[in-house]
């Protein structure tokens, strides 16, 4: 799992790559644990290279999201494959999130 | 019908009785009227003979005198001495006197009449024929005149000399050449005729009477009475012309037959009446009678239809499914009476074979409309729920509701999945079905309470996975508890033993049978009986394969489910997605026994048993950690907002999503958490 993070003023683009299972979610959540002072602003996390997300993985966008909802910011997920939709769709988190192509 | 016989009868009885009254009373009448007849001639016979014994002694004291007096015409004052003598002898005799024809004497005028009164004073001399006592023209003289012979006059009073009722008798006087000069008469008194009389009573109320020639009363009782109906008795006294009578009142003759007869009609009647009321109450008790056969009738009548009804709710024609090869059922119920309290009821829906067996508390009537409420709520609450620990909850509900009458239920529930052998049940409180797999043995159950007993109790569901081949026996206690002649029980050792040998579900029932019916002999069976055989035959799971994984309880490890997966899915030829999910569920199964199972910092396994069939995949996760069911977690709610949404929970949530069916376990220490997938 690579996660790469990149600032450009309000706008924070999160990039996934790989399998984000649960060993991965807890690297991850350290990693992006900052970001939520950033919650104020647009987060996009793009996904065009996730391949698999559990529920540890979910729970991650799940703390920006309520971060950002406190905060008046945005979180936009970016380019999800058919899989990681389908797990959104079973989840609801289609719901809760913006979601762009 | 009853009542006219009965009248009938009453009718003929009246009549036999009266026939036999009325003989009887004509007999004993007859009777009495002999016994009456006999005692009054007897009477006025002896009587009678009395009074002519005096009679003749007064002729022939008379005939003596007159024939003794022939001797003294001449000296006509010697005969008032004679006459004298006489009487003397014979008290009876009032007055003697001799009364010569017209102008005898001429000294003593035409009428010389010398006449002897018996007075108080003694006996009295003194002549009384005269022109005013003219007795020529006088019957006592006439008579014994023309005739010669001697003659009874009719009574009459004497006036003249003793004053009293007298009667005369007179013989004529003959002279020497033969001639008649006069008459000797003598006048007899008649009060003791009275006495004699008197003495004629062959009854109290009878009385007899002495009469003339001409009907005159010589001597009666001082008063007779007058009767409406009697008999008389009548007898001729000799020589005199008087007539001695007998007068027997009828009443006094029959009055006691009467009064008996009066009596036997009064109790004869009181006798009828009595029969009436017999007669009555029997046609009413034989009415009643026919009123309950009848009622009775009608009751097995309707046993039989509500066994029709009953039978026909539960499926009987065998075997059920005909064109599935995967499974092969027979069931038999024997109720003890003419309905039961014994259900069993299997159908399937989405490929899942759902089936119940049970037992009502009690017999008859009342537990078979247990019965069937509660076989209509198995149908209905599984109609629309597959978990077998539901339905039994759900259906525990309705029956504590209703139950008024504290009768409760055995009841086992099974759902068997029959693309993959899964096999999820709840006991509540029934006999634990035997499993027939490898081994023989009882299935392990959860006892719990039957249902209708505790309300709001939530019944756990347990699991098992059925192989190709494998089979559950079901039944009742009227198997376990079947009775022999010495109130032996069949028991549970008897029926595993019965159990024996690949057979089919039909030949396995069957010997059930014989064996149970071999054991209780000719001992009357004491409950209902029911056995429910299934049988899994899925080729399906005759081709399985199985895959395992085992872990150490580190988040670390959790890629190796991924390989693990995909080795499946390869094998499987599953598509990319299923797999994602597959590999998805299992990882979230696995970190929560990881995160919550074991405690942090302590060492433990995970293993991961994949069962790969044909049409369907199951993994089964088990630890040894503390228990743990992820299955009783709260359910997420997806649809939440944000800040609503908390951040756990969707783990579970979303194995229950993917999977098929799942479900947790603990045994022998171990949490088990059985998902399966059908494919």
Known sequence: MDITIKTQGTETIVTFNGRLDTPAAQQAAAQLEPLQEKAGGTIILDCKDLTYISSSGLRIFLVLRKAASQNGGTVIVRSIGRDIRNVFMMTGFLNLFQIED | ?????????????????????????????????????????????????????????????????????????????????????????????????????????????????????????????????????????????????QTGDGYWSEPYFDKDGVKKLVVTYSVPVNDDSGARVGILGVDVELDWLNVLVSMVKPYKNAFSTLTSRKGQLIAAPPETLSFEKSLRYESDIYRTGWKISVTIPEDELYGHIKKISTLVLFLQILGLMLLILIIQWTAREQIKLENISASREKIEEELKIARGIQMAMIPKVFPPYPERKDIDIYASILPAKEVGGDLYDFYIRDEKLYFCIGDVSGKGVPASLVMAVTRSLFRTVSAHENSPGHIVTSLNESMSEMNENNMFVTFFCGVLDLRNGNLRYCNAGHNAPVILNTDKSILPVEPNVPLGIVPGMKFQEQEIELRYDDAIFLYTDGLTEAENMNHDFFGEQRMLDALSGLKGSRSHLEEMQKAVESYVGHAPQSDDLTMLFIHYLNDDSSSESEKHLLIHNDIQQIPQLAAFVEAIAEKKQLDHSLSLNLNLALEEAVTNVIMYAYPKGTDGLVDIEAIIREHSLTFIVSDSGQPFDPTSQPQADISLGVDDRPIGGLGIYMVRNIMDSVSYRRSDGKNILTMIKNI
């Open chain 2, 1 to 145: 019908m009853y009542a006219r016989q009965g009248l009938l009868m009453v009718l003929l009885a009246a009549l036999l009785l009266e026939v036999t009254s009325l003989i009887q009373y004509f007999y004993a009448k007859k009777g009495l009227r002999k016994e009456a007849d006999s005692r009054a001639q007897s009477e006025m016979t002896a009587t009678r003979l009395r009074i002519e014994n005096y009679t003749l002694s007064v002729e022939n004291d008379a005939r003596l005198l007159s024939w003794a007096l022939s001797d003294f015409l001449d000296n006509p004052d010697e005969l008032p001495a004679l006459i004298t003598k006489m009487m003397d002898n014979n008290p009876v005799i009032a007055n003697g006197f001799v009364a010569f024809k017209d102008n005898y004497y001429p000294q003593h005028g035409r009428w010389y009449e010398p006449v002897v009164t018996r007075l108080p004073e003694g006996l009295v001399l003194h002549q009384i024929g005269s022109q005013e006592h003219d007795y020529f023209s006088a019957d006592w003289y006439i008579k014994p005149m």
